[in-house]
C-alpha cells in the first residue's frame, strides 16, 4: 500500500486501546505540542498526510483513523460523538498526550467539539476546518437509513480498482490538475479501507454548536469554505458563541478547506498556532 511508503521511517506508528475500540495512529514526534487531528467521514489519518509533513518537526502530530476507517476496528453498534469524542479522548490517554491541540475536519470536527466541550479543561487549542452544523430546525433528516445507501457506495469501491476510483471521481482529477496527485491517491485508497459499518454513524447524533460552544473554553479557531455574506454572517453569529473563538471564510476554498487553498489555509493555522 503505497500509504505505508509515503510515511518518513522515523516517525511512530501502531495501534492504541481506547473507548473499548482498537485504533490506528500514526506520529511524527516533532519537537512542540501534540497537535491530534481527526479527520472526514470517507477520509482516513493518511489523508492528511500533508498536513503532517507541515507541521511535523514543529509539533507532535499524531494522525489516527476514526472507528471503521482506515485500520481502525469497526463499531459492533451505532455511534455519534458521544462516542467518537470518546475515542479521541482514549488516544490521548493511551498515548499520553498532554495540553493537546484537537484538529478537526467536518465529522472531525463533530468529534473535536464534543471532545473539547466535554473536557474544556483538556485542550490548548481547537481548530474545526468547515464543521458541519446540526442546527435543530434547520436540518433535517432526508433518508430513513442512510447507512444503507452508504454502505452500497462502499461495496462500490472496494469492488474497483484505485485507479478506476481516480478515474470516476472528478474530484481526484481535479486535485491531480491542481499538483495534488498523490493526495487524490491517499483519499482514493482510504475509500476502499473503509468499512460498512461506517454508515451508523449517521445514526448517531451530531452536536448542535449552538448548545456545546460555550463550553469550550480553549481559544478556537474555525477555518470555514467560501460563502455568501449572507450565510457568512450567520456562520460568525455561530461562532461568537465560542468563549475565545475566530472564524476565518477561505475565499474560493470547498468544504476541504487544505486541499482547496492550501497556502492560505496553512497560513491561518500557523497564525494561530504562533498565539496557542
Known amino acids: 500500500m503505497s500509504g505505508q511508503g509515503e510515511i518518513p521511517a522515523h516517525w511512530e506508528r501502531g495501534f492504541v486501546q481506547a473507548n473499548g475500540i482498537e485504533l490506528h495512529y500514526c506520529r511524527t514526534n516533532g519537537s512542540g505540542p501534540p497537535v491530534v487531528v481527526s479527520h472526514g467521514f470517507t477520509?482516513?489519518?493518511?489523508?492528511?498526510?500533508?498536513?503532517?509533513?507541515?507541521?511535523?518537526?514543529?509539533?507532535?502530530?499524531?494522525?489516527?483513523?476514526?472507528?471503521?476507517?482506515?485500520?481502525?476496528?469497526?463499531?459492533?453498534?451505532?455511534?455519534?460523538?458521544f462516542a467518537r469524542a470518546a475515542d479521541l479522548l482514549g488516544v490521548l490517554d493511551a498515548l499520553d498526550l498532554e495540553d493537546p491541540i484537537l484538529?478537526?475536519?467536518?465529522?472531525?470536527?463533530?468529534?473535536?467539539?464534543?471532545?473539547?466541550?466535554?473536557?474544556?479543561?483538556?485542550?490548548?487549542?481547537?481548530?474545526?476546518?468547515?464543521?458541519?452544523?446540526?442546527?435543530?430546525?434547520?436540518?433535517e433528516v432526508i433518508e430513513e437509513d442512510p447507512g444503507a445507501d452508504i454502505?452500497?457506495?462502499?461495496?462500490w469501491w472496494r469492488d474497483h480498482s484505485v485507479e478506476e476510483l481516480l478515474e470516476a471521481d472528478p474530484m481526484f482529477s481535479d486535485l491531480a490538475e491542481r499538483g495534488q496527485p498523490d493526495l487524490a491517491r491517499r483519499v482514493a485508497e482510504a475509500r476502499q479501507r473503509l468499512r460498512p459499518e461506517i454508515g451508523r454513524v449517521s445514526e448517531g447524533e451530531f452536536v448542535d454548536p449552538t448548545e456545546t460552544y460555550g463550553d469550550i473554553e480553549a481559544p478556537t479557531l474555525i477555518l470555514k469554505a467560501d460563502a455568501e455574506e449572507a450565510e457568512r454572517e450567520r456562520e460568525r453569529e455561530i461562532a461568537d458563541i465560542l468563549p475565545d473563538g475566530r472564524i476565518v471564510h477561505v475565499e474560493n476554498a470547498g468544504h476541504c478547506v487544505f486541499w482547496d487553498e492550501r497556502e492560505r489555509a496553512t497560513e491561518e493555522l500557523r497564525a494561530f498556532l504562533e498565539t496557542v
Not at 117 to 139: C, F, H, K, T, Y
Not at 151 to 155: M, R, S, W
Open 103 to 139: 484538529f478537526g475536519h467536518s465529522m472531525g470536527a463533530d468529534t473535536v467539539t464534543k471532545a473539547a466541550s466535554d473536557q474544556p479543561a483538556r485542550p490548548r487549542a481547537v481548530i474545526l476546518e468547515d464543521p458541519v452544523w446540526m442546527l435543530e430546525g434547520v436540518n
Open 43 to 81: 477520509d482516513d489519518g493518511y489523508c492528511r498526510l500533508d498536513l503532517a509533513r507541515e507541521l511535523g518537526d514543529d509539533f507532535d502530530v499524531v494522525l489516527y483513523d476514526a472507528r471503521g476507517h482506515g485500520r481502525s476496528a469497526a463499531p459492533d453498534d451505532k455511534y455519534g460523538a
Open 151 to 155: 454502505a452500497e457506495q462502499i461495496a
